[in-house]
Structures are given as structure tokens and as C-alpha cells.
């Protein structure tokens, strides 16, 4: 399951935001996995790194309860120090479009579907109407 995996997942998600994996070898990873729980994961992963981001210097006040996955949270860290807020932003938000439409009955092909979000991430665009 993702929970299981989820260093090992917030590690790909890093890695495609550095370059050193493409978004279509970070989708396959991902698509190994349900898309509607990926969706969900992924949406509060960058949705969190967007806040780390806008933050900089003042992350500690990213979090005032404490909350935080130990396994993960220096990943978003990093991922955070990568990309620009508005890019995070702007790749929960598509992860957030495709969930929608996923609960909604849609069926689309899972590594294409993950694909493209990692593209926003990537500062591509694709599909800017759905998937």
C-alpha cells in the first residue's frame, strides 16, 4: 500500500521536481497505486510544500500543531526549497482537478493521469481542460 511506500514515493515526486527522473517514469511509479488515494496524498504533499515554500525561513509556523509524517516531511522540505510556491500551487490544484473528476466516475489511463500531473510540477502545462 502507499503508506508503505511513502518515502519511497515523496522521494520520486523530489526526484522528477529535480530532473532526475522524467514525469513519465515518476507516473509509472505512481500508478502503482489506487489514483483516487494517490490523489488525495499527493494534493496534501504539494499543498504542504506550497505552504513550506511561501514560508521560506518562517517554517515553523508552516505547522503550530506539530503535525507532520516524520518520513516524508524533510522530503517536502526539499521539494519546497526546488519550486516556486505558485508551481506547487498550481500541480496540488491539478491533483486536485483529477480527483474530482476520478470521483466522478472517470476511468482514465492511471500512468498517463499521474503523468500529467507531474508535468505542472515540472512547469508543464499538459491538458490544461482535465486528462
Same mark, same amino acid.
Given at each position: 500500500? +502507499?503508506? /508503505?511506500?511513502?518515502?519511497? $514515493? %515523496?522521494?520520486?515526486?523530489?526526484? #522528477?521536481? *529535480?530532473?532526475?527522473?522524467?514525469?513519465? &517514469?515518476?507516473?509509472?511509479?505512481?500508478?502503482?497505486?489506487?489514483?483516487?488515494?494517490?490523489?488525495?496524498?499527493?494534493?496534501? +504533499?504539494? /499543498?504542504?510544500?506550497?505552504? $513550506? %515554500?511561501?514560508?521560506?525561513?518562517? #517554517?515553523? *509556523?508552516?505547522?503550530?500543531?506539530?503535525? &507532520?509524517?516524520?518520513?516524508?516531511?524533510?522530503?517536502?522540505?526539499?521539494?519546497?526549497?526546488?519550486?516556486?510556491?505558485?508551481?506547487?500551487?498550481?500541480?496540488?490544484?491539478?491533483?486536485?482537478?483529477?480527483?474530482?473528476?476520478?470521483?466522478?466516475?472517470?476511468?482514465?489511463?492511471?500512468?498517463?493521469?499521474?503523468?500529467?500531473?507531474?508535468?505542472?510540477?515540472?512547469?508543464?502545462?499538459?491538458?490544461?481542460?482535465?486528462?
Amino acid at each position: 500500500d +502507499w503508506f /508503505a511506500a511513502r518515502e519511497q $514515493l %515523496a522521494g520520486q515526486l523530489l526526484s #522528477v521536481a *529535480q530532473g532526475r527522473l522524467s514525469p513519465a &517514469q515518476g507516473g509509472q511509479a505512481l500508478a502503482a497505486h489506487d489514483p483516487r488515494v494517490m490523489a488525495g496524498v499527493l494534493y496534501g +504533499w504539494l /499543498a504542504r510544500a506550497s505552504v $513550506l %515554500a511561501a514560508l521560506g525561513d518562517n #517554517v515553523e *509556523q508552516a505547522d503550530p500543531a506539530g503535525v &507532520q509524517d516524520p518520513k516524508v516531511e524533510p522530503i517536502l522540505r526539499q521539494l519546497a526549497a526546488q519550486l516556486p510556491p505558485a508551481r506547487l500551487l498550481r500541480a496540488a490544484q491539478r491533483v486536485m482537478e483529477g480527483r474530482r473528476q476520478l470521483m466522478g466516475g472517470a476511468n482514465p489511463n492511471k500512468e498517463l493521469l499521474m503523468e500529467q500531473w507531474l508535468l505542472v510540477l515540472v512547469g508543464v502545462d499538459a491538458a490544461a481542460g482535465g486528462f
